[in-house]
């Protein structure tokens, strides 16, 4: 069967580009000579799926898009708390190239403005820049070096505002070169494509879903997909984020990234810019697989699935003998919340407990550590108590073909099954 998902992407295509308002980045020479009417949509998967639409092999620099990837790059080789010295995380409400700093600190508000973009390069190189964007894709980028031309004779805005940054000891390097830097990083030539893989490996956790790469750790992807939610939009990121709801970036050049934590990346592209700098046709798009798709971060889900699946007796077990629940989807703190309520509200009663964990699919830190203290409990109350575990879920041990013991603390060892 051919999948559904590319006819439902060419319709929202269809549907959105009837709308030509909106103007070129007329103020980059050569992003004033772009084709109004390319138009382009690409969705992929966490696991590795991509699917894309209209001119989605069309080639075009990334420009703004690239700021939350260098974002995740410098929180990733210097970490949160020196990021944090230099660069804010709170809205701006302006413009994205405004020469504004925080009052009390001298830092940018934000990594998603031009100030804070500018202060985040000066953490990394160019290099770093190259290899990371290419990893975040999946393949080797280049640079577009027209557009980088074009862009670095036109960029006396952001020469200000890196001259204000060093002025206020922020950058401590050239500002000449910080800007040179940071206008090579926006020229980094990109697909939908690239884009939507891009976005889908700060959803998957960092991992990048077709190489399989960890390219930045779990807790730096959450740090940028929070930023992206309340700056990624600038001026109109309130706007955003209510209507949308999904954490984005634009650039100028026409694109736009959505990362739906958990789910999938989206890109789209098309160059004509609203007064905020967003692509017109783009926010259309994202609008309609928002509402379409229910997409929206405060969409509120239907309850969760009961993580205990069923209770079975032992396998020629005699009554009182023992008993196996059997848990499925997520162990997390909601699902393993059930699961305590349901031993508390009828306790076990037989001598052996074992806890099946083959259809479970994820295992969070928190509900790895409620698990634990569950199981330690049970023995600790006189239960003998295996964990049946084939698929390694609780990283409990080295990847090795033995089975071991579980450490529950206050010296309980709980044997852990492998394998059946």
Known sequence: MRSPIPDYLNQVLDTCGAD??????????????????????????????????GDDEV????????????????????????????????????????????????????????????????????????????????????????????????????????????????????????????????????????LALMAATLANGGVQPVTGQRVVPHEVTRQVMAVMATCGMY????????SVGIPAKSGVAGGLIGALPGQAGLATFSPRLDRHGNSVRGVQVFERLSRDMGMHLMEVPPPARSLVRGRTALPGGRPGHGWTYELQGSVNFVGMERVLRYLADEPPTESTVVLDL???????????????????????????????????????????????????????????????
């Open 20 to 53: 030509g308002s909106g103007e070129l980045a007329a103020y980059i020479p050569e992003l004033a000579e772009a084709d109004p009417d390319r138009f382009a949509l690409a969705l992929a998967t966490v696991d590795g799926t991509v699917y894309g639409v």
């Open 59 to 194: 080639e075009f620099s990334i420009q703004s898009i690239s700021k939350p990837f260098a974002y995740a790059l410098a929180l990733a080789q210097h970490g949160l708390d020196r990021v944090l010295e230099k660069v804010g995380v709170e809205p701006s409400g302006d413009a994205f190239n405004e020469l504004s700093l925080e009052v009390d600190t001298g830092r940018p508000l934000n990594p998603m403005i031009n100030a804070g973009a500018l202060t985040v390069h000066a953490l990394i190189d160019d290099e770093t820049v190259r290899r990371g964007f290419s990893a975040f894709a999946g393949r080797e980028l280049e640079v577009d070096e027209e557009v980088f031309t074009s862009e670095l004779e036109t960029a006396d805005r952001n020469r200000a505002i890196a001259f204000m940054l060093r002025s206020h000891g922020i950058v401590e390097e050239d500002a000449q070169e910080v800007v040179e830097g940071y206008t090579r990083q926006c020229s980094v030539l990109v697909t939908v494509r690239d």
């Open 235 to 242: 001026d109109a990121a309130g706007d955003w984020f209510s």
């Open 358 to 420: 083959t259809r479970v699919h994820e295992v969070r830190d928190i509900g790895r550590r409620m698990l634990i203290e569950a199981v330690r409990r049970l023995v600790l109350d006189g239960h003998q108590v295996t964990i049946v575990d084939p698929e390694d879920m609780l990283e409990a041990f080295p990847d090795d073909h033995a089975d071991g013991d579980l450490d529950a603390g206050d010296g309980v060892a709980v044997p852990v099954l492998r394998r059946r």
